[in-house]
């Protein structure tokens, strides 16, 4: 039991000491920040999707909020808007989107898992639109922004340690983070306790669409380019990363620090390494497969063991 509890950090640990093993630049202070860097937008996606885990339910359209909302900068950053303005309309994308899904799954009973499916595909479909499914080049401006060092931080992780200390303090320190887990561990008894079930299950999808939004933001600002391709899968890399972290894909469980964090970084470690290796780069799909199934692996095998502690717990004397 103890092991499975710890098993983020310990798989950690494996991981950087394999490749810091096998390669001893994994492990110099530059290529450390450069992992936190690259998997700041990742983590932000996945913050959002531990909100949705942890309710029970399921976001299949993060990686197609996180396109939709880089295109729609993209155009506008090209068309003059001031930055500002584009920012706003970011948010605001991320916000229609997840209330379009909150929606459909509260209010008409759909499966979280099909309504979000589809919005995936309505996400993608209008950025392919908008841009022509052609790759937009942003000007020099915007990528200086993904370049830059307020306070001598790279800006990805300022917004990171914003979202995360924001994030952890609504879960952990309010009632609302309180009614979260409740939800997610007992929805019946949630009801019956009087909770606002289906609020609280509303608001953890606009959560995740907003925090897509952002991570869009982030991520197109280091690359300073949208291709056809941009988000594309990042959903399942932000369930991964969720799970890895301990949050359970039942509902109830799981923190976003250290947890998500930790499976961000991770996935993003094990990237980061293979390319240091110079690996094969057709055995990155290969990889971050293996590390989806464990995650599944180790979120069932947890469960098991908490039901068994449960079940002795409530054994009758």
């Known amino acids: 039991m103890r092991f499975l509890a710890n098993s983020s950090w310990l798989l ?7 490749f810091g093993v096998l390669s001893p630049k994994f492990l110099e202070i530059a290529n450390l920040v450069n992992i936190l860097i690259q998997s700041s937008s990742a983590a ?6 531990t909100f949705v885990l942890l309710t029970g339910g399921i976001d ?3 990686g197609a909020i ?3 909302s880089a295109v729609v900068a993209g155009k506008m950053v090209l068309g003059g808007s001031p930055l500002p303005l584009v920012m706003m309309a970011i948010m605001v994308i991320g916000v229609v989107f997840g209330s379009v899904n909150a929606f459909f799954i509260t209010r008409l009973k759909i499966l979280a898992f099909v309504v979000t499916l589809a919005t995936l595909y309505v996400g993608r479909g209008l950025a392919l639109m908008i841009s022509q499914t052609r790759a937009m080049n942003l000007p020099e401006t915007f ?5 830059a060092r307020p306070i001598g931080i790279p800006f990805p992780i300022l917004v990171l340690a914003a979202v995360l200390v924001l994030s952890h303090l609504l879960l952990t320190r309010t009632a609302y983070g309180r009614q979260v887990y409740a939800v997610g561990n007992d929805l019946a008894s949630g009801i019956k306790a009087g909770i606002p079930v289906y609020r609280i299950q509303a608001s953890v999808y606009i959560v995740s669409g907003l925090l897509a939004a952002v991570g869009g933001i982030v991520s197109v600002a280091q690359l300073g380019a949208v291709s056809p391709t941009f988000g594309n899968q990042r959903e399942f890399a ?7 972290g301990g949050t359970s894909l039942f509902g109830g469980r799981g923190k976003v620090f250290p947890g998500t964090i930790l499976g961000a970084i991770l996935i993003q ?3 980061n390494g293979l390319v240091i290796l110079n690996a094969d780069p057709y ?11 464990l995650a599944v692996m180790l979120d069932s095998l947890r469960r098991q063991q908490f039901k068994k502690l449960h079940s002795r717990k409530t054994r009758p004397a």
């Open 269 to 271: 470690a094990v990237e």
């Open 283 to 293: 055995i990155y799909p290969l990889i971050t497969a293996s590390i989806i199934f």
């Open 60 to 62: 299949l359209s993060v």
């Open 44 to 49: 932000i996606v996945a913050i959002g999707m």
């Open 238 to 244: 932000a369930v991964a990363a969720a799970v890895l």
């Open 66 to 68: 996180m396109f939709l």
């Open 143 to 147: 990528l200086h922004i993904g370049s």
């Open 12 to 18: 950690g640990c494996a991981v950087f000491l394999f």
